[in-house]
């Protein structure tokens, strides 16, 4: 199993937890997702999980796309604790659908010892289409945390990647901002052939460079950032629609699209200082993205998220 | 001697890399009123030359390496790691124009190197990028790598002051003084990223980033970036 553990910014936390030694039993948590086409729409076939990842099954809950499995990833641990190793394993058969959330906020705990790491893969066959959008991560005081994610995808398929990082917990007590000690993120996508895309990587350690500066995050507190991965026609659609920069100074917001290297498709960040202006922009996008890519629109959204 | 007449000759902002047509970043960080006044600006030059240490510094230091190993793949290794990276258009087409015009330059002046052959190679391949190739070119030049990389750092705040004298109200007294104080932090820098691999490589920063590529929509601009 690929570990993360050699990283070179992790170094300084390869101290063990007073609790349960960092990827003992019951800290190593895996999901093993296959999709796959079936008549008209896509079923979850293969499904294998370790606490504390937990899927139950696929759920129809789209009214835009009825064929489209809707998966929603829990924690039963509330967060990403210290010693925590989750690896997330998602593939989707040539000409399946699918659609992947968490249900809660992504809370990364404080630390006191050691660290959390996270290894994502994603490989799409001919004509997939993965909507990967889970809610909100929040690194907590002192947390450290480091994030692994490939995908590999044919020129046909689509991935539409969103993640939104909130500075902390930001109306807990005083206000907790950028005050977690380490958060490293790294995304790469690849052709079948293994003929490289792109590679994104930002290792944030505020308190080693300051994150409320001038090119870093200056005032904005919120970050929202989405690939989209798709044939280079479709990405063309979607940056005709979307490419107009924001600059919004009352809300305040700000956004940009922009085309990634390769023909590998676009990105979009958006910035703010609360989350929902963020989330909106990040939606307007998705919405954009699914309707040029799949003919569909999203459906409006759960008023309870 | 020689070696630092080298290092003042290729290091120099005013070698035709073609490194004055770009802001990096700044015309639009001036335009939205983000840098607006010398402490503003000393700032985000700060943020601009530890964003090139971490990112771009890494890959100086590997085609340093590769070019003292006599290597051309990993050269090229190097240049697809950072063009992999460059996931703004503007600041990719600098990478691969000034890269260019710095592998033209050194094969005129210096005759056959690495990178002649690199260039020769990359016309239907990986693209040669500017911070890799001036890692091989001082190499070549038997510059050592912590010189090359000081080269690279200057040149990276040194583009954006010389922008910042043509776009904002600052003077060239303003422009050396906080040149000066940036680069007091080159040798810290250096001692951190001297053990990165090009997997290494990281930026973070998303503020540049929306600003970048918000440049590309402005209709009227002075520079490419």
New interface residues.
Partial sequence: MITLDSARELAPYQDQPAQLPAAANGKVGILRLGFERRGDRTILHDLYRQSPLLVQRALYWDEEMPQLPCVMILTTSGGILQGDRLHLDVTLAAGSQAHLTTQAATKIQEMDANYGTQVQRFTLGEDAYLEFLPEPTIPYRASRFVTDSRVRLPESATMLYGEVLQPGRKYYRDGELFAYDLFSCSLRAERPDGRQLFVEKFVVTPRQFGVARVGVMDRFHIFGNVVLLTSPERAARVFDRTSTPVWDEQTPLASAVSRLPNDAGLIFKVLGQETEPVRAAVRAFCVAAREEVTGRTFPPAFSWR | MAETLKLLQFGDSVFPVGAFSFSN?LEM?VE?G??HDRT?LQ??V???T??AA?GDGVAVLAGHRAARAGDLERIRQAD??V???????ET?TMSVRMGRKLAEAATRIVGETLLKKRIDESANGVPVTYPVALGVVFADLGVDEQDAFAAHQYGAASTVLSAAIRLMPVDHLDAQSILFAVNERVADDYHEVR???LD???????????????HQ?VHVRMFMS
């Fill in positions: 970043g960080a939205h983000v840098v503003t700032d985000y700060r943020t601009v530890r964003l971490t697809q790691a063009h992999l990276r460059k996931i703004n258009e990719r053990t990165a691999s290494d490589m990281q930026t973070f920063g998303p503020h540049a980033d929306v600003l970048a590529a918000a929509h």
